[in-house]
């Protein structure tokens, strides 16, 4: 594999943490309080949440409807995520948000903090069929902490004028070089591309996070990358399309909705290959302290209905954390595209989805980094050998 660059200083899990969704969406880093001061005695809440066309679709799918309906003004801050603004707002004892949109990972170990109050299923309402919402939410959804409003996940995509015959269909056809040919790319960290490496031996999903718990596992897993020719690792998350577009690379790793935008808005002649697609969740989160709480607790039972998560998903190509949901999705308002076919939890995409197991990851990312690590000093001494 040819020799990446590294980041000093900075670590594989705080980029994936801290920097996924800002990568994922594509926004500039902004300081919380954009937004002008409240009115003496008007109604506000407080969100804390990421900017760029991610806000903008909260915007139209989710705040501006709860104020029409509520009376209720929404301000907007945004954030580039982690926990260490929560953190120093709870220390000081004045906290600025009344609901914070943020990682299941980071809710977790919030939650776990003491950081965040706690959030009953009693504020959701039922499905449009009536299904109660605990039978209507995905699994993982809802937690004691946080409630999960969508679904983002990254995938393979691949140029379509690199293989006029034969096409990808499985994850496997990621490290198979002899079938299809050339360069590849994928994200500098173990999450996700160890998965795949298993899943590429036929490894069943349920039994992945068991087997990298060994070191036969992890052997198995770096065999397989290492055994990967012209590989180009990224960080940045538009770095893949780039490397697409310019045809340094046939195949790629990334994050469903930048392949979206290259696809729909770029017209760049690339595919999305779902099969072995990880998914991760988005979730509404209210912080310890803050000064509207029920307020917060009646926005995340508003803007998780199956009809306000339906218009977020056919604006932007997240999926709903809810199955009725997920099956209404339909065109995009503006452009008419089909959104039922971008997004991570529809049944045509979903069917061989895997989860990301963070609760994994948060007990074992300090061994897995070093062994990333070590593998890729062994890379490096390798290719710098006479």
């Known amino acids: 594999m040819v020799q990446a660059e590294r980041q000093a200083g900075a670590s594989w899990l705080n980029k994936a943490c801290r920097l996924l969704l ?20 008007e109604a506000t809440l407080d969100i804390l949440t990421w900017g760029g066309a991610y806000e903008r679709a909260q915007r139209r799918a989710l705040f501006e409807p709860f104020t029409r309906e509520t009376g209720i003004e929404v301000r907007v801050h945004r954030y580039n995520g982690g926990l260490t603004e929560l953190r120093q707002a709870i220390d000081a004892g004045r906290m600025p948000w009344d609901l914070i949109d943020m990682s299941r990972s980071e809710a977790k170990t919030a939650c776990a903090d003491n950081l965040l109050e706690a959030l009953s ?19 993982g959804a809802l937690n004691r902490c946080s409630i999960t409003h969508s679904v983002f996940a990254t995938v393979v995509a691949y140029r379509r004028d690199a293989f006029p015959g034969q096409r990808p269909t499985e994850i496997s056809d990621l490290f198979d070089q002899k ?9 500098r960290g173990p999450a996700v591309n160890l998965e795949w490496a298993l899943l590429s031996y036929g490894v069943p999903e349920e039994e992945i996070y068991r087997l990298l718990s060994t070191r036969r596992g992890l052997s198995l897993a770096f065999k397989r990358l290492d055994n990967l020719d012209n590989l180009h690792w990224w960080e940045a998350g538009d770095t893949p399309v780039q ?11 990334g994050f ?27 979730v509404w989160t209210v912080p310890r302290g803050a000064e509207q709480p029920q307020q917060a607790r009646e ?88």
Do not use: C
């Open 22 to 41: 800002v990568a994922l969406i594509g926004i500039s880093p902004l300081a919380p309080g954009d937004e002008p001061a409240a009115a003496p005695g």
């Open 121 to 139: 299923s009693d504020i959701l309402s039922p499905s449009p069929q009536g299904r109660p919402a605990e039978r209507d939410f995905i699994d």
């Open 179 to 187: 079938n299809f040919p050339g360069p590849r790319a994928l994200h």
């Open 243 to 253: 490397l697409l577009a310019e045809k340094k690379v046939v195949m790629a790793s």
């Open 256 to 282: 469903n909705g930048r392949f979206f935008d290259a696809m729909v808005n770029r017209d760049l002649p690339i595919e999305i290959l779902w099969d072995g697609q990880v998914q991760e969740h988005e």
């Open 299 to 386: 926005f995340i039972g508003f803007a998780t209905s199956a009809e306000r998560q339906t218009a977020f998903a056919e604006l932007i190509p997240y999926g709903p954390s809810r199955r009725s949901a997920t099956l209404q999705v339909a065109n995009h308002p503006d452009t008419g595209v089909d959104m039922r076919l971008h997004i991570p939890t529809h049944p045509l995409n979903a069917e061989h989805a895997l989860t990301k197991d963070d609760e994994w990851y948060a007990r074992s990312h300090e061994r897995i980094n070093d062994y990333f690590e070590d593998a890729l000093l062994e890379e490096d001494s390798a290719s710098q050998s006479p």
